[in-house]
């Protein structure tokens, strides 16, 4: 009785409560704002989730030389995984080529958190003038004026045998030979990827930088902090939102990035979306279908685990 | 526990950005366990005089002394000054004992020793049971005692508290005035408090220092700045007081000490322009014939006596002794 008392209670406060929330608060009209959030909404649902519950679904058909059958079976993924369980000592396919882009990721992560926290903090802390802060932004994304292919393109003269820098280096004496590693070479992946992704690392962190009450960096200073020490302790906390959110672009982008690698690594450099693109070529939907999932499921638990180290909802 | 307080004496300290002269030569000597106040209109300087004692901003020129020892290159650790900022400047992912560590943190002091250090500045601003917060989780009160304890844990011989309570509700900042005044007596070691208000000033300051376009106009103690202002500026600013042509000169009247009469007895006529009630006291603004503006300050009682309402006309007197004369 006690207990139905106070669910009646707190109904009729509920009751109140919507009472109050329905009343009108504003002059736009209810619908209005799923109106403004629809087409966007359409587009990823026409374009984003069906694609992805299409590719879920046919990652279970079943394939032939030339025919593909709606089915519901492993083999699939068994292919996907096909000797990586057995126990040799070598790597199966799919470890090895997931291993050599975990590699780029980890490589070019670090390469552009470096590169992207100096250049932020550079904008943010030295750059005083508003002006002067969105002119060298604009600096920053030069690089996206061009097309990604044409950019890639662009560093064959420069890094090829013949190229810029084998000539210049050449003939000022530093090498006697061509250096063969500049181009189609993990160092040439590893470079394109930087330039282009150390923006978005860029962005966020400058974005959480400026949030930094200015005050608290003096007050770092006051209390005798060295600038290493108010880096250490008071930028690179506060910072973090900004570091995680680029580190979310840049592993996750460049995972499944296979144009930079096939081009800058002269085809020879295995990336899983090579991998599913030559599946595609050969019309094996349904496998290439079950890579796509693994992908996926890889950046969804990379991004999780990283979710897991800062609280974003919290420092957002 | 507390260091060996210290006089500190500033020597023709002049802040120059570029052209503008922001603190022209200001000398200023302040005595150890004093209270002092900066009090003066927004841009007259009085923020970058403190910011240069504490070491945040360069001194174009001159020089500051603390104790025996100019400090002017000195790094704000090394003056044996801290400071109080004007929003706090607590460290946002910091809870409130390692905010209030964190300068013994940057000194290498161990993290039991610098820890127990934090909980008895905490302990001695009321807020030991708070150290497990984060600042967020404060109320501005709470946020300022974290800032005060901050600052206090290096023993510093010089606080410096850059206008302390203007982020505080009326009714807190009262409260928070009286505890401000109670921890440098208890500390024994010089404030230097930088304000606005000059109610504020006369409510905390053992020596109020009033500023005006980088200079100083008046240093003394509240009574003397209020009672005996030295030029317009300062009868003006400290509030209360009429400034009064008369013969070439000026002078200074306190609002107080204004009589008001019949139109036709002794002294100036002059029109009511407006009647503000204020509680315990009655405003009267007046105009006399010359055009100089008056204010009288009456007790209710005798305002109710004979009673006055704008537009009305009366006669307007002072004892000559409450006349001040003013420099300018």
Same mark, same amino acid.
């Not at chain 1, 045998?161 to 280096?169: C, I, K, M, Y």
């Not at chain 2, 004496?9 to 150890?32: M, N, Q, W």
């Not at chain 2, 317009?232 to 009429?242: D, L, Q, S, T």
């Given at each position: 009785?006690?207990?139905?008392?106070?669910?009646?209670?707190?109904?009729?406060?509920?009751?109140?409560?919507?009472?109050?929330?329905?009343?009108?608060?504003?002059?736009?009209?209810?619908?209005?704002?799923?109106?403004?959030?629809?087409?966007?909404?359409?587009?990823?649902?026409?374009?984003?989730?069906?694609?992805?519950?299409?590719?879920?679904?046919?990652?279970?058909?079943?394939?032939?030389?030339?025919?593909?059958?709606?089915?519901?079976?492993?083999?699939?993924?068994?292919?996907?995984?096909?000797?990586?369980?057995?126990?040799?000592?070598?790597?199966?396919?799919?470890?090895?080529?997931? *291993?050599?882009?975990?590699? %780029?990721?980890?490589?070019?992560?670090? +390469?552009? &958190?470096?590169?992207? =926290?100096? $250049?932020?903090?550079?904008?943010?802390?030295?750059?005083?003038?508003?002006?002067?802060?969105?002119?060298?932004?604009?600096?920053?994304?030069?690089?996206?004026?061009?097309?990604?292919?044409?950019?890639?393109?662009?560093?064959?003269?420069?890094?090829?045998?013949?190229?810029?820098?084998?000539?210049?280096?050449?003939?000022?004496?530093?090498?006697?030979?061509?250096?063969?590693? *500049?181009?189609?070479?993990? %160092?040439?992946?590893?470079?394109?990827? +930087?330039? &282009?992704?150390?923006? =978005?690392? $860029?962005?966020?962190?400058?974005?959480?930088?400026?949030?930094?009450?200015?005050?608290?960096?003096?007050?770092?200073?006051?209390?005798?902090?060295?600038?290493?020490?108010?880096?250490?302790?008071?930028?690179?906390?506060?910072?973090?939102?900004?570091?995680?959110?680029?580190?979310?672009?840049?592993?996750?982008?460049?995972?499944?990035?296979?144009?930079?690698?096939?081009?800058?690594?002269?085809?020879?450099?295995?990336?899983?979306?090579?991998?599913?693109?030559?599946?595609?070529?050969?019309?094996?939907?349904?496998?290439?279908?079950?890579?796509?999932?693994?992908?996926?499921?890889?950046?969804?638990?990379?991004?999780?685990?990283?979710?897991?180290?800062?609280?974003?909802?919290?420092?957002? | 526990?507390?260091?060996?307080?210290?006089?500190?004496?500033?020597?023709?300290?002049?802040?120059?950005?570029?052209?503008?002269?922001?603190?022209?030569?200001?000398?200023?000597?302040?005595?150890?366990?004093?209270?002092?106040?900066?009090?003066?209109?927004?841009?007259?300087?009085?923020?970058?005089?403190?910011?240069?004692?504490?070491?945040?901003?360069?001194?174009?020129?001159?020089?500051?002394?603390?104790?025996?020892?100019?400090?002017?290159?000195?790094?704000?650790?090394?003056?044996?000054?801290?400071?109080?900022?004007?929003?706090?400047?607590?460290?946002?992912?910091?809870?409130?004992?390692?905010?209030?560590?964190?300068?013994?943190?940057?000194?290498?002091?161990?993290?039991?020793?610098?820890?127990?250090?934090?909980?008895?500045?905490?302990?001695?601003?009321?807020?030991?049971?708070?150290?497990?917060?984060?600042?967020?989780?404060?109320?501005?009160?709470?946020?300022?005692?974290?800032?005060?304890?901050?600052?206090?844990?290096?023993?510093?011989?010089?606080?410096?508290?850059?206008?302390?309570?203007?982020?505080?509700?009326?009714?807190?900042?009262?409260?928070?005035?009286?505890?401000?005044?109670?921890?440098?007596?208890?500390?024994?070691?010089?404030?230097?408090?930088?304000?606005?208000?000059?109610?504020?000033?006369?409510?905390?300051?053992?020596?109020?220092?009033?500023?005006?376009?980088?200079?100083?106009?008046?240093?003394?103690?509240?009574?003397?700045?209020?009672?005996?202002?030295?030029?317009?500026?300062?009868?003006?600013?400290?509030?209360?007081?009429?400034?009064?042509?008369?013969?070439?000169?000026?002078?200074?009247?306190?609002?107080?000490?204004?009589?008001?009469?019949?139109?036709?007895?002794?002294?100036?006529?002059?029109?009511?322009?407006?009647?503000?009630?204020?509680?315990?006291?009655?405003?009267?603004?007046?105009?006399?014939?010359?055009?100089?503006?008056?204010?009288?300050?009456?007790?209710?009682?005798?305002?109710?006596?004979?009673?006055?309402?704008?537009?009305?006309?009366?006669?307007?007197?002072?004892?000559?002794?409450?006349?001040?004369?003013?420099?300018?």
């Amino acid at each position: 009785m006690d207990a139905a008392a106070r669910t009646g209670a707190s109904n009729a406060e509920k009751g109140a409560s919507t009472a109050t929330r329905n009343r009108r608060t504003s002059w736009t009209p209810a619908w209005v704002p799923y109106a403004q959030a629809a087409p966007l909404a359409l587009v990823f649902f026409l374009f984003f989730v069906l694609p992805l519950v299409a590719t879920f679904v046919v990652s279970f058909w079943n394939y032939t030389e030339y025919s593909i059958e709606p089915a519901f079976v492993f083999s699939n993924y068994q292919d996907v995984f096909y000797g990586c369980f057995s126990g040799s000592s070598r790597l199966c396919t799919t470890f090895a080529t997931y *291993l050599s882009t975990l590699k %780029f990721v980890a490589i070019v992560w670090a +390469v552009t &958190l470096f590169i992207g =926290f100096t $250049v932020a903090y550079f904008l943010a802390f030295h750059v005083r003038t508003l002006p002067m802060q969105i002119a060298l932004f604009m600096v920053c994304t030069i690089p996206f004026w061009t097309s990604n292919v044409i950019r890639m393109i662009s560093w064959i003269p420069l890094l090829g045998r013949n190229g810029l820098v084998n000539e210049t280096l050449q003939s000022i004496g530093l090498i006697d030979a061509p250096l063969e590693w *500049l181009l189609y070479s993990d %160092f040439a992946v590893t470079l394109a990827l +930087v330039h &282009l992704y150390t923006l =978005f690392m $860029v962005v966020p962190i400058f974005n959480s930088m400026m949030r930094i009450d200015r005050s608290l960096i003096e007050a770092a200073y006051d209390a005798g902090a060295s600038g290493w020490q108010t880096l250490t302790n008071i930028i690179i906390p506060l910072v973090k939102p900004g570091i995680l959110i680029g580190s979310i672009f840049v592993v996750t982008i460049v995972t499944g990035d296979y144009l930079t690698i096939g081009i800058m690594g002269g085809q020879q450099i295995a990336s899983v979306g090579k991998v599913i693109q030559t599946q595609i070529n050969f019309l094996q939907f349904p496998i290439a279908a079950a890579n796509a999932i693994v992908l996926l499921a890889v950046v969804l638990v990379t991004i999780w685990g990283m979710l897991r180290l800062v609280d974003i909802r919290k420092e957002l | 526990m507390p260091n060996e307080a210290a006089d500190l004496e500033l020597a023709a300290v002049t802040k120059a950005y570029g052209e503008t002269i922001a603190v022209d030569r200001v000398s200023l000597k302040i005595p150890a366990g004093t209270y002092c106040c900066l009090l003066g209109p927004s841009g007259c300087g009085k923020s970058s005089t403190l910011r240069m004692i504490a070491g945040h901003e360069f001194i174009s020129d001159g020089d500051v002394v603390i104790g025996n020892q100019v400090v002017n290159d000195l790094p704000p650790a090394k003056r044996g000054t801290a400071m109080m900022f004007q929003n706090y400047a607590l460290f946002p992912h910091l809870d409130v004992r390692d905010n209030v560590a964190f300068s013994l943190k940057m000194a290498g002091v161990g993290k039991a020793e610098r820890r127990q250090r934090a909980d008895e500045l905490l302990d001695l601003v009321d807020m030991a049971k708070y150290g497990d917060r984060l600042p967020s989780q404060l109320s501005g009160g709470q946020q300022q005692r974290v800032a005060l304890a901050r600052a206090l844990v290096t023993n510093p011989t010089v606080l410096l508290l850059d206008e302390p309570l203007s982020a505080l509700d009326p009714f807190l900042r009262i409260r928070m005035r009286a505890e401000l005044k109670r921890y440098q007596r208890e500390f024994g070691i010089s404030f230097v408090h930088v304000t606005h208000s000059q109610e504020e000033a006369m409510a905390l300051a053992d020596m109020v220092v009033v500023m005006n376009d980088g200079r100083i106009e008046q240093v003394g103690s509240p009574r003397e700045v209020f009672n005996a202002p030295k030029t317009v500026f300062v009868a003006k600013f400290m509030g209360g007081h009429n400034v009064v042509p008369e013969g070439g000169k000026s002078y200074a009247v306190r609002a107080d000490r204004i009589r008001l009469a019949q139109p036709g007895e002794a002294g100036t006529e002059a029109k009511v322009t407006d009647v503000e009630y204020q509680g315990m006291t009655v405003h009267v603004a007046m105009t006399r014939k010359d055009g100089t503006d008056l204010i009288a300050t009456l007790p209710e009682s005798e305002f109710d006596r004979s009673p006055v309402a704008a537009g009305d006309t009366v006669s307007v007197a002072w004892q000559p002794a409450d006349r001040h004369e003013l420099a300018a």
